[in-house]
């Protein structure tokens, strides 16, 4: 299964943040929307980090007036990102061993969707499902 086949399912719109909004802004958004990161933009729209809860936790816990710094501060800069042709087994292959939850996905250098842990296992868990559906069917017909 690729990528392509869950943004279809879930959708592509992605929740997104400017680099210069601050901290504050960011954790408003996150909890507004229920997710755990956000892919950060430059002003032309292109990707150039991402925030999550986690680095926000983090930042705070070490000094909690960092929440009026910009998102550049605590953001990840060098981000890694998949494309709607990847592998599901591939994609959580990078996740797991890079640890982080979610995966800016990218096509023609503009910024499609976003995939989580979550999307990643529960489609998955659909394969699964499928799979031994079909199977018991053709058990109960043979």
Known sequence: MKV???????????VT?????????????????????LPVLADDGTLVGIVSER?????IA?????????????MTRDVVVGSPQDELVAVLQTMDTR???????????RLVGVVSIRDLVKAQLDSYRGQLDTLETQLLDG
Do not use: C, M, Y
């Open 55 to 59: 680095d926000v936790i983090q930042q």
């Open 62 to 74: 070490r000094d909690p007036a960092i929440l009026d710094a910009p998102v550049s501060v605590v």
């Open 99 to 109: 640890r982080f939850r979610h995966l800016p996905i990218v096509e023609q250098g």
């Open 4 to 14: 392509q086949t869950i943004l279809a399912t879930k959708g592509t719109q992605v």
């Open 17 to 37: 943040i400017r680099s210069a909004l601050t901290l504050r802004e960011a954790v408003a958004v996150l909890a507004q929307h229920n997710i755990g990161a």
